[in-house]
């Protein structure tokens, strides 16, 4: 059977490509009259399905909602949710040519970095290595500023950052702990230098094509982890204050509020 080629499109970062308007059928459907259709009992042959139906058959595998979340539970310390079958490229050579991209292209990584750690880099490199981050198209970052921090963000290791030579999109989000009513946002309290300000630091290390988005969707997998995490970081060593997340509008602002920040200086896209 003569192959296709294979045409795939890219859905919005943090959409499901199975969301009940594309798998529910028209009500004339639905309602139509059940037909018996004949079985067949011989072999399946992956490859004389058309190429279209193998990419989704790869995207239910690979990238099933369009996001991964890369974090950490009480029984797994790296955990990734959804679950993927990553060794479906390992099946034959064909597969691997085709749905390669897959995982780096078509989803967006979800990771929560403390920016306040001094002591070790943002991103481990057994989490995440630096021939991975080459290849991720897609990251959502959330940032962890609930611990107490006496010292500017040229001390952290963010240079994780600059292995993400081919990111296209970038969102950006913060947690952080609100003392009081009027507290203006803290690990941002002076967004005009860029040694306190962490999205400038990241900014620096992202190459400077790199679109970004601020904070997290109502309804969206980060949005559900943000709110599931703050639960715990809220009772931490007993810690006052509220865990909150910061506003898309403050995370844009930072990212506009170093005069002289030149993006993508320090990318190893650069």
């Not at 991975?132 to 970052?141: D, E, I, N, T, Y």
């Not at 860029?194 to 999205?199: E, P, Q, T």
Request: hydrophobic share 40%; charged share 20%.
């Amino acid at each position: 059977m003569a192959d296709v080629p294979i045409i795939r499109g890219t859905p919005a970062a943090t959409a499901s490509r199975f969301s009940a308007t594309r798998l529910s059928p028209p009500p004339a459907q639905a309602a139509a009259t059940h037909i018996d259709l004949p079985t067949w009992s011989g072999p399946f042959r992956l490859f004389d399905l058309p190429s279209e139906l193998r990419i989704r058959i790869y995207e239910c595998a690979l990238a099933p909602t369009g996001v991964l979340c890369l974090s950490s539970t009480p029984s797994k310390r790296c955990a990734v949710t959804p679950q993927i079958t990553p060794a479906l490229l390992a099946t034959c050579r064909q597969i691997r040519n085709e749905a390669d991209d897959m995982i780096m292209a078509d989803n967006e990584v979800t990771i929560t970095v403390n920016a306040h750690d001094t002591c070790w880099p943002t991103i481990p490199a057994r989490r995440l290595p630096s021939a991975v981050l080459a290849r991720l198209q897609h990251m959502c970052l959330i940032l962890d500023c609930t611990d107490y921090f006496n010292s500017s963000y040229a001390d952290v290791d963010f240079d994780a950052f600059k292995s993400l030579t081919g990111l296209r999109t970038l969102r950006i989000a913060m947690v952080y702990r609100k003392h009081y009513d009027t507290q203006t946002l803290a690990p941002l309290h002076i967004p005009q230098l860029k040694d306190f300000n962490v999205v400038a630091q990241i900014l620096e290390r992202v190459p400077a094509s790199t679109r970004l988005l601020f904070g997290t969707e109502k309804g969206t997998q980060q949005h559900d982890l943000i709110k599931a995490s703050n639960g715990l970081r809220s009772a931490y060593r007993d810690r006052q204050g509220t865990v909150e997340e910061a506003s898309a509008a403050d995370l844009e602002a930072a990212a506009n509020g170093v005069p002289d920040l030149v993006r993508g200086c320090k990318s190893g896209a650069a």
